[in-house]
């Protein structure tokens, strides 16, 4: 496979922008080295901010991305912290893939952060997508833990190799060992190669399932064979 430049990686991830209708792409700068690309500038929501982050991921070639974006709101200043954290209690109690009695909120000049202890990964994550888009909002600080519980890299390997079997991957145990995994204490960091982007995200959306992974620190690489 060949690879792209810096060049070439900047270039798709302003395509990438521009097919975005979240992102107003003339707002946000970007400059990438070594395929790891850092976005500048400012935008007038949280939520634009992290469409960007995420549409930049989506370019083949990414290995990283330091989102250096400000939020800044135009215009009046908007909400206060204590509507915006009435917002947010209304946000998790709405959101039934949330434990909202476990979870707690402090606001503070717009920047929301999460506390409180939950039994999935992905139960952390929908807590703070669900007050990502709230009016006001700066900056989420997810701070929320999960359960302990025992995960060793041989069940991570085999929730990862039925993902690619349910995803009809040819040559699956090939695939599957060329994913390194290491488990400390529930934290999984992952590197090696994927096929794609689409099979990655199916990996990390698996292990946010699995009870006991804390974090997922995600270093895969997509590089499809020609």
């Not at 935008?43 to 960007?52: F, I, L, R, T």
């Amino acid at each position: 496979m060949i690879r792209k430049d810096d060049s070439e990686i900047k270039q798709a991830v302003q395509e990438e922008f521009k097919w975005d209708t979240r992102i107003k792409e003339t707002e946000i700068g970007v400059e990438v080295k070594n395929g790891v690309v850092t976005l500048t500038g400012t935008v007038s929501s949280y939520a634009e901010k992290m469409a960007a982050q995420e549409a930049a991921h989506f370019v083949t070639g990414v290995l990283d991305v330091a989102n250096d974006i400000e939020v800044k709101a135009p215009g009046s200043p908007g909400r206060t912290d204590t509507e915006i954290a009435q917002a947010v209690r209304h946000a998790l109690e709405w959101d039934v893939g949330v434990p909202h009695e476990r979870i707690r909120s402090t606001v503070s000049d717009g920047i929301v952060n999460l506390d409180g202890n939950v039994n999935f990964l992905r139960e952390r994550e929908d807590a703070e997508r669900a007050v990502r888009y709230l009016d006001g909002v700066c900056g989420v600080r997810n701070h929320i833990v999960i359960s302990p519980s025992t995960v060793g890299p041989d069940k991570v390997r085999a929730m990862i190799e039925k993902v690619l079997e349910r995803r009809a991957s040819h040559e699956i145990e090939r695939e599957a060992k060329r994913i390194r995994i290491s488990v400390t204490e529930g934290n999984v960091i992952l590197t090696g190669k994927v096929g794609s982007f689409a099979e990655k995200r199916a990996i990390l959306g698996a292990l946010s399932h699995a009870p006991g992974i804390r974090t997922v620190t995600d270093h895969l690489r997509i590089e499809s064979e020609t």
